[in-house]
């Protein structure tokens, strides 16, 4: 499977006439935050793929329509279809699964200023603890937790930096110990120089910075 990853920044290469011919052979996107609803359903009408995707803690005028705040009753196991019109699905603290691929989503950033979906990382332990039921469940009875975590923000100490805002979450560290994803796709940490380390290996999982694009294969069909 081909995964077309996306974070941050609009990129010229997808953002235009020839994206159906660059990326033809695309199987599902994976938004990290911080991109305009319309640039995701811009991709999502070309390639005609499912495009799942996290909030960041920019960009977040649509954020309210997901929230679910609202709900009697916590809907976390399993990713409702609901686009509200954008043709790609939110899965922040939710678990999807595409095609055999389990993707589970924590969205936001750590707290820097009070902004809207912003975390503590007390609060953000608390999404993760949200996520467990569903890791469990696929656990059992597709023998393994997930495949791929999606978030904004980093991992503390892997790829992000020393300021308040992008400052990475140490609760990122224990989830890919205990549940050992094959990625960690994030975004929120721009490269301004595109040969900069973009990939690190943390024990059983490959942590990749999504930012602008980025393409990854992974096993399953």
Request: aromatic share 14%.
């Amino acid at each position: 499977m081909k995964i077309l990853c996306i974070s941050d920044h609009i990129d010229p290469l997808v953002y235009s006439n020839s994206i159906k011919e660059r990326f033809k052979d695309i199987d599902v996107v994976l938004s990290a935050g911080d991109l305009p609803m319309e640039y995701l359903e811009f991709i999502v009408s070309s390639l005609n793929k499912s495009l799942f995707f996290v909030f960041g803690n920019h960009n977040l005028a649509e954020l309210y329509r997901y929230k679910s705040s609202n709900m009697a009753v916590p809907h976390n196991w399993i990713t409702e279809d609901t686009s509200y019109g954008f043709g790609a699905v939110h899965i922040g603290s939710k678990v999807k699964i595409e095609e055999g691929l389990i993707v589970a989503g924590l969205g936001g950033s750590r707290r820097y200023n009070r902004g809207e979906n912003q975390y503590t990382e007390f609060q953000m332990n608390f999404e993760i603890i949200k996520l467990i039921p569903a890791l469990i469940i696929n656990r059992i009875f597709r023998g393994r937790f997930l495949d791929i975590l999606l978030t904004h923000a980093s991992p503390w100490g892997i790829h992000d930096k020393e300021d308040p805002c992008h400052r990475g979450f140490k609760a990122f560290l224990w989830f890919m110990r205990i549940f050992k994803p094959k990625y960690l796709i994030h975004g929120h940490i721009h490269l301004y120089d595109l040969a900069d380390l973009r990939t690190t290996r943390y024990k059983d999982t490959l942590v990749v910075n999504a930012f602008s694009h980025y393409i990854i294969e992974t096993e399953e069909k």
